[in-house]
């Protein structure tokens, strides 16, 4: 009962900063700070997603993954503008240590999808999250102008949402894709071992412990 108070009162106090947030992104004449601050509201909105989640997951200390993921496209289906969120997940759960990067990693692949997918037009975006073989397979993908040439994604970048991918990634000990998607597009893929659950009915609990530390890598 704690933990699920602590949890709805975690999101109420961030739901407080993403109101201040936008109020000053309202006020600013600044594209560039008016589009950072509007961002910087979108993670605060992820990770607050994540907490009121948690305090009413049907078991404590986890997140269902499959409600999660289409209540976070719907919220994020309202800045998309015309771009359409389609999204389909397996009944997978994730510990709460988990689902904070988590939530982070896919408002920043959706978000960048958002933003270069489609230059100059809309599209559909597919966030999908399977159990494939005792492994989370998160998937993000679109039909739009695909990748740059020579894009790599390990190559050092100066966009702090690169950074925070790769820090998400890295905390989370998954392995990241990034590719063509068929016919024409991106498609992103992460991966992450989970263990099966001790009820022996859904996907469980992810298999590795996230290193807070290798958030650093992301700053």
């Known amino acids: 009962m704690l933990t699920r108070e602590m949890g709805h009162r975690v999101k109420n106090s961030l739901a407080s900063v993403v109101a201040m947030l936008r109020i000053q992104a309202f006020g600013t004449h600044s594209t560039d700070a008016k589009r950072a601050l509007e961002e910087a509201g979108s993670r605060v909105a992820a990770i ?3 907490h ?13 993954v499959d409600v999660f993921l289409n209540d976070f496209c719907s919220r994020l289906q309202r800045v998309a503008g015309t771009n359409v969120l389609r999204c389909d997940a397996d009944p997978i759960r994730l510990s709460a240590d988990h689902a904070v990067p988590l939530g982070l990693l896919i408002n920043e692949l959706v978000s960048n999808a958002m933003k270069h997918a489609y230059p100059g037009r809309s599209g559909p975006i597919d966030i999908s999250a399977r159990d494939i073989d005792g492994c989370l397979h998160l998937s993000v ?25 790769k820090g998400m990634v890295q905390q989370l000990r998954g392995h990241l894709t ?32 996230a290193d807070r530390r290798a958030l650093e890598v992301a700053r």
């Open 48 to 50: 607050a997603q994540v």
């Open 52 to 64: 009121d989640h948690l305090s009413q997951a049907s078991q404590i200390g986890l997140i269902d």
């Open 141 to 165: 993908s679109d039909q739009g102008v695909g990748l740059p040439d020579g894009f790599d994604i390990d190559q050092p970048r100066a966009s702090l949402g690169f950074r925070m991918i």
């Open 178 to 209: 990034v590719g063509s998607n068929k016919p024409t597009g991106t498609r992103v893929l992460f991966e992450l071992p989970l263990l099966p659950s001790a009820d022996g009915v859904a996907p469980a609990v992810a298999l590795v412990t």
